[in-house]
């Protein structure tokens, strides 16, 4: 199975400013997602990055708040933008799907906004 | 969209005890996984198991297609299983809200 290395693990970051997280898999992979879980919530997916194509987000992310970028098969970015209190969350990635293992998770963004 | 409900949302037992959760969904699916993600954030993949059973260890999986529901059982539980337990299905991996396992020493 596809193993992911995601960075930054966390930061703590000014209200209006933006972070740009990374996610590296160590196989190329056709899909990739992007996930938020806010405290002692599931999680929600926020977009699906396809290489060579634009993110599909889903119902309440837009791409001006969360633009993604996927420059190739096995690398994806997630930027949130413009940040506010109310962004403080962890922030996961997501990549595999294909045999019978199914998809792995990055390790995880743990973002604050002050 | 498809629903994916999990039961129980809360579980407290003690070490030793035996363990059954459920996760149901509404239509038929062609991908599902348990994750369990433990005290520090981190998800970990158990099974993928859109259908039959699988076993790892204390720990294995049956999933129903035709009935719509899967089953992770936990047996001989102990401290470190403590976390919260996650099903997802489709391509596009919809979670449920969980069961948050507690076990005591």
């Known amino acids: 199975s596809a193993v992911i290395s995601q960075k930054p693990s966390r930061d703590i970051c000014q209200r209006g400013t933006s972070l740009t997280i990374q996610c590296q898999v160590d196989s190329q992979v056709t899909m990739m997602f992007w996930y938020r879980q806010q405290p002692g919530q599931s999680l929600t997916l926020i977009a699906t990055?396809?290489?060579?194509?634009?993110?599909?987000?889903e119902s309440g992310f837009v791409i001006d708040k969360f633009p993604i970028s996927r420059p190739n098969l096995t690398f994806s970015t997630l930027t949130v933008s413009n940040m506010s209190p109310e962004d403080s969350s962890i922030y996961l990635c997501s990549a595999g799907g294909t045999g019978n293992y199914g998809y792995t998770f990055g390790s995880g963004t743990r973002l604050t906004v002050v | 969209g498809i629903q994916v409900e999990q039961s129980p949302p809360d579980l407290i037992l003690q070490e030793g005890a035996n363990s059954t959760l459920r996760c149901n969904f509404s239509?038929?699916?062609?991908?599902l996984q348990w994750f369990h993600q433990n005290p520090w954030g981190q998800l970990i993949n158990l099974f993928y198991i859109p259908s039959g059973t699988k076993q790892n260890g204390r720990l294995s999986a049956t999933t129903v297609a035709t009935e719509r529901y899967s089953l992770l059982y936990i047996s001989s539980s102990q401290t470190t299983d403590s976390g919260v337990y996650f099903c997802a299905v489709e391509w596009d991996m919809r979670f449920g809200a969980g069961t948050r396992l507690t076990v005591k020493p």
């Open positions: 990055a396809n290489q060579g194509s634009e993110a599909t987000y």
């Open positions: 239509d038929s699916v062609n991908n």
